[in-house]
């Protein structure tokens, strides 16, 4: 056992070295940041506490058995910081995991801090919190705040560290968040709620937006929908947790499909759309670094199954019809993508169309609110896309946290130039290439030729700009 590094910090921590590799970097996991009573705002936690058994702490409850424990007492963060003394302060990393608002763990192995701490001389914060209807039941009548509880312990993780990091080396006046689809669409939202404002300068979003919240009539109806499936008989503050976890098996009012709980437009802790009708001005200031990944689509489908089992060029506009989420032609779509494609497979052009209409469209939403030349934030937008291999959604989490297993050379270069972009917007608020803007939409291509290069997949987003967007789940 150790001591935490001198500071205002209070306690003390083991931590571990897995590798001689690793030797550079101290880890302390299973940090408690607060405490929450069920459907009600988190309580801070002033005095550190870490898990009994130096291990992670337990994670929310979520349908499936992938992340084990699991235990609504999930409010624990871990860190990662470089051994070395340092005569200044570190940048801080703090990272939101994806799942949607759902499920997902950042005790996920391909989450470890070790690499990216070592490399890229920061601090990396992992952040555990409620999901599903632990963290977004809206039931204002009965919990009053309810709704934004998963976001309420996102605040709660990010005072922390604004009250402690320094102990662990890292700068609190320099903290970027950085997640991947619903980790990167809780930063979104995080960017338009006012109890976040001054708790974090940077911000990084990875295939993940938000750029509408749930009406709070929809998160009404969607409350019904999971009360009804519980049981009028039962009363869900005092209901078994798994019992909890079953009803979320009910069907979704508005999106159909299972239930889905979100951010809520409440007017008590989120008071405006994330990136409509703009960016949200309170967070203007902060630089920001959107990026997606070309091929998306590729990690929603199963060869073996609908909608994708038995695809061909008769039935490709029938198929991508309601997986676009856009209301526009698919006859149409297909007659340009295949005009554009005449090489591709069926297939192919499924993960193009889907990709570039339900996946990429919300992040060009958000890039072009902050590009506005009347947005304060238009020389603060910085957009990538990940092209490697053709990446689909998640690809861009191991390559940026140098977390790949038994990477090929070309992997390892991929990732190396990814960990230095991310390393150095953290540091300086500029990843190396020039801001987004209206008038060339400057998008990093990383690659095995990785490269800039102005308004990539142009005709694609002409495309898809003829019809509104509106966010899933709002």
């Not at 949607?100 to 470890?112: C, E, I, Q, R």
């Amino acid at each position: 056992m150790i001591e935490a590094p001198a500071g205002r910090y209070v306690g003390s921590f083991a931590y571990d070295v897995a590798e001689p590799a690793k030797s550079k970097v101290r880890r302390f996991v299973g940090i408690r940041y607060a405490r929450a009573d069920r459907f009600r705002a988190p309580q801070p936690v002033l005095v550190a506490e870490q898990t009994a058994d130096r291990e992670f702490g337990p994670v929310c409850p979520q349908r499936g058995q992938r992340y084990q424990p699991q235990s609504e007492d999930c409010l624990f963060l871990n860190i990662w910081t470089p051994a070395a003394a340092s005569h200044q302060a570190r940048p801080v990393m703090v990272y939101f995991h994806g799942g949607a608002y759902a499920s997902g763990s950042v005790t996920d192995p391909v989450n470890d801090g070790t690499d990216l701490a070592a490399q890229g001389d920061v601090v990396v914060v992992t952040v555990n919190h409620r999901l599903n209807v632990l963290g977004y039941l809206y039931r204002p009548d009965r919990f009053p705040g309810s709704g934004n509880n998963g976001q309420l312990d996102l605040i709660a993780a990010l005072q922390w560290v604004q009250r402690n990091i320094n102990a662990f080396g890292g700068d609190p006046d320099n903290v970027t968040v950085f997640g991947q689809s619903g980790g990167g669409a809780k930063i979104a939202t995080l960017m338009a709620m006012p109890a976040a404002k001054g708790l974090f300068h940077k911000a990084i979003t990875m295939s993940g937006q938000q750029v509408t919240a749930s009406g709070p009539l929809n998160a009404g109806k969607r409350s019904a929908a999971f009360l009804a499936a519980l049981g009028e008989d039962v009363d869900p503050e005092t209901a078994a947790v798994d019992r909890l976890m079953r009803a979320l098996s009910a069907t979704d009012p508005i999106l159909g499909g299972r239930l889905y709980m979100g951010p809520v437009l409440d007017m008590r802790h989120l008071m405006r759309h994330p990136f409509w009708p703009d960016a949200a001005p309170q967070s203007s200031h902060i630089p920001m670094m959107l990026g997606n990944t070309i091929m998306e689509s590729r990690a929603f489908y199963r060869l073996n199954k609908p909608p994708i089992a038995d695809l061909t060029m008769d039935n490709l506009a029938e198929r991508i019809a309601p997986q676009m989420r856009v209301d526009i032609r698919p006859d149409w779509v297909v007659s340009q993508f295949r005009n554009r494609y005449p090489e591709a497979k069926p297939l192919e052009l499924f993960h193009r169309i889907v990709t570039a209409a339900r996946s990429w469209r919300g992040q060009v939403e958000e890039a072009e609110a902050r590009a506005r030349p009347s947005a304060p934030s238009a020389d603060r937008t910085f957009v990538y896309q990940l092209d490697f291999a053709q990446a689909k959604h998640t690809d861009d989490i191991a390559l940026s946290f140098g977390t790949m297993i038994n990477p090929t050379a070309e992997q390892q270069a991929m990732s190396d130039k990814m960990m230095v972009a991310f390393v150095r917007f953290a540091r300086t608020g500029n990843p190396g290439w020039a801001p987004y803007d209206l008038a060339s939409r400057q998008t990093m291509i990383f690659d095995e030729n990785s490269r800039v290069e102005e308004d990539p997949r142009k005709w694609e987003r002409q495309i898809f700009a003829t019809v509104p967007y509106i966010q899933p789940g709002s």
